[in-house]
């Protein structure tokens, strides 16, 4: 098959390993806004002094890109239904790259902290196509019996693409300055979007998923239940990823090699265990249930956390680990679930909502547990993180996996 063939929409004659490519890309979009998102806050002890930033307009800076994520997520879900994977993903990717390209320009040093906010809060805006975009390419192209599996591939693209960008960034900042790191950025998306361009297309009408919900799944409890659980599942993720290693270092007084070795684990653990997740949920069609156990293991594991948060630190360091991955691991059964719900024609809307209350727990855990840190104690911090996975456990839908068991 040629690449004219593949550039162009009205061939749908895609053998069904074009499915594969689809993943690819989705993968690939995925993994270049993540190195934004969560490549630049690795940026910010350079972001700061470079700057001149507070504590506080750092942390505003930092935070206004996931902000910007949480509110466009589900306009742009609906965006995607109408107008298609293919179309959103491509504005989306070359929008991102075209402003991270002009920030490279305008942004020098001096630029006052609104003003940087104000520029990352549109990168998170513009970003946000990419999630649910991608996610419904990826869903739209497998059958149900493989997209768990799929679709988990496609969420490894986060950490993947964080870790890149952790890498890179702050070495481009160092040696470069950011307007290296704003254009390696706006490459990442460029690049992307050329092979978006090349080779995504939807699948022709016959091969495409069923219905789903046949409404809007904004109006499905069953969607809302699960969007809110997956929320307060990302809330002790964030706890662990952003200050499992500020505890310990400052709590238990360790080497900061342990809280990046803890980091380590339940980075690529949790990659591990979202790819398994979805091919054994694939295989035994109990997405719902797998979640409420996960949740159920999540609470037992922070509930130890905080128990064990003066014990010796191997017990404390594993307490942690085993809830941060566990808490890591069912992202990608969960994106699929609310897709299959939603069905391939409102896939976008319900991805949007799902990437929504991930976004905003990823906003609103940094703002909130220094808070309960220093007001209370780092055991309550645990213990929070607890009672969220328990509250997902009652929050997630039953396990009645058909769209008219909403």
Same mark, same amino acid.
């Given at each position: 098959? #040629?690449? &004219?063939?593949?550039?162009?929409?009205?061939?749908?004659?895609? !053998?069904?390993?074009?499915?594969?490519?689809?993943?690819?890309?989705?993968?690939? /979009?995925?993994?270049?806004?993540?190195?934004?998102?969560?490549? @630049?806050?690795?940026?910010?002890?350079?972001?700061?002094?470079?700057?001149?930033?507070?504590?506080?307009?750092?942390?505003?800076?930092?935070?206004? @890109?996931?902000?910007?994520? +949480? @509110?466009?997520?589900?306009?742009?879900?609906?965006?995607?239904?109408?107008?298609?994977?293919?179309?959103?993903?491509?504005?989306?990717?070359?929008? #991102?790259?075209?402003?991270?390209?002009?920030?490279?320009?305008?942004?020098?040093? !001096?630029?006052?902290?609104?003003?940087?906010?104000?520029?990352?809060?549109?990168?998170?805006?513009?970003? !946000?196509?990419?999630?649910?975009?991608?996610?419904?390419?990826?869903?739209? %192209?497998?059958?149900?019996?493989?997209?768990?599996?799929?679709?988990?591939?496609?969420?490894?693209?986060?950490?993947?693409?964080?870790?890149?960008?952790?890498?890179?960034?702050?070495?481009?900042?160092?040696?470069?300055?950011?307007?290296?790191?704003?254009?390696?950025?706006?490459?990442?998306?460029? +690049?992307?979007?050329?092979?978006?361009?090349? %080779?995504?297309?939807?699948? /022709?009408?016959? #091969? +495409?998923?069923?219905?789903?919900?046949?409404?809007?799944?904004?109006?499905?409890?069953?969607?809302?239940?699960?969007?809110? +659980?997956?929320?307060?599942?990302?809330?002790?993720?964030?706890?662990?990823?952003? $200050?499992?290693?500020? $505890?310990?270092?400052?709590?238990?007084?360790?080497?900061?090699?342990?809280?990046?070795?803890?980091?380590?684990?339940?980075?690529?653990?949790?990659?591990?265990?979202?790819?398994?997740?979805?091919?054994? &949920?694939?295989?035994?069609?109990?997405?719902?249930?797998?979640?409420?156990?996960?949740?159920?293991?999540? #609470?037992?594991?922070?509930? !130890?956390?905080?128990?064990?948060?003066?014990?010796?630190?191997?017990?404390?360091?594993?307490?942690?680990?085993?809830?941060?991955?566990?808490?890591?691991?069912?992202?990608?059964?969960?994106?699929?679930?609310?897709?299959?719900?939603?069905?391939?024609?409102?896939?976008?809307?319900?991805?949007?909502?799902?990437?929504?209350?991930?976004?905003?727990?990823? $906003?609103?855990?940094?703002?909130?547990?220094?808070?309960?840190?220093?007001?209370?104690?780092?055991?309550?911090?645990?213990?929070?993180?607890?009672?969220?996975?328990?509250?997902? &456990?009652?929050?997630?839908?039953?396990?009645?996996?058909?769209?008219?068991?909403?």
């Amino acid at each position: 098959m #040629t690449l &004219t063939h593949y550039m162009n929409p009205a061939l749908r004659g895609f !053998g069904a390993h074009h499915r594969w490519l689809i993943l690819g890309i989705g993968v690939a /979009a995925q993994a270049s806004f993540s190195a934004a998102f969560a490549g @630049i806050p690795a940026t910010g002890p350079l972001l700061r002094g470079r700057y001149h930033f507070s504590a506080g307009q750092l942390g505003l800076v930092l935070g206004a @890109i996931l902000l910007g994520i +949480a @509110i466009s997520e589900v306009p742009w879900g609906m965006v995607t239904d109408r107008l298609g994977d293919r179309r959103t993903l491509l504005t989306g990717l070359l929008g #991102t790259g075209a402003l991270l390209a002009l920030l490279a320009v305008v942004l020098t040093p !001096g630029a006052p902290a609104l003003v940087f906010a104000a520029a990352l809060l549109l990168v998170g805006v513009l970003g !946000g196509s990419v999630n649910g975009s991608s996610g419904r390419a990826v869903m739209a %192209w497998f059958p149900d019996d493989r997209r768990g599996f799929a679709m988990s591939i496609r969420q490894t693209a986060i950490p993947a693409g964080g870790a890149l960008g952790a890498a890179l960034l702050p070495v481009l900042a160092g040696d470069l300055g950011f307007r290296a790191v704003f254009g390696a950025l706006a490459l990442f998306c460029f +690049a992307s979007a050329a092979a978006a361009f090349a %080779w995504l297309h939807e699948p /022709a009408e016959s #091969t +495409a998923q069923p219905r789903g919900i046949g409404g809007s799944p904004l109006r499905s409890r069953a969607v809302w239940r699960l969007a809110s +659980a997956s929320g307060l599942l990302s809330v002790p993720q964030f706890a662990v990823t952003t $200050f499992a290693s500020v $505890f310990l270092v400052s709590q238990r007084h360790t080497h900061l090699a342990l809280g990046t070795v803890t980091l380590l684990i339940v980075q690529l653990g949790g990659a591990a265990a979202r790819v398994w997740s979805g091919g054994y &949920t694939d295989r035994h069609g109990n997405r719902r249930g797998y979640i409420k156990a996960v949740a159920g293991l999540s #609470t037992v594991a922070f509930a !130890g956390a905080a128990v064990l948060t003066e014990a010796p630190v191997g017990l404390t360091v594993a307490a942690l680990a085993a809830g941060g991955l566990l808490a890591s691991a069912w992202h990608g059964v969960a994106y699929t679930e609310i897709a299959r719900m939603a069905g391939t024609r409102r896939a976008g809307t319900a991805l949007g909502l799902e990437n929504t209350t991930v976004f905003a727990a990823g $906003f609103l855990a940094p703002v909130l547990i220094p808070v309960l840190a220093d007001g209370a104690s780092w055991a309550a911090v645990w213990a929070g993180a607890g009672a969220c996975c328990l509250l997902a &456990t009652l929050v997630s839908p039953g396990r009645h996996n058909s769209p008219e068991g909403m």
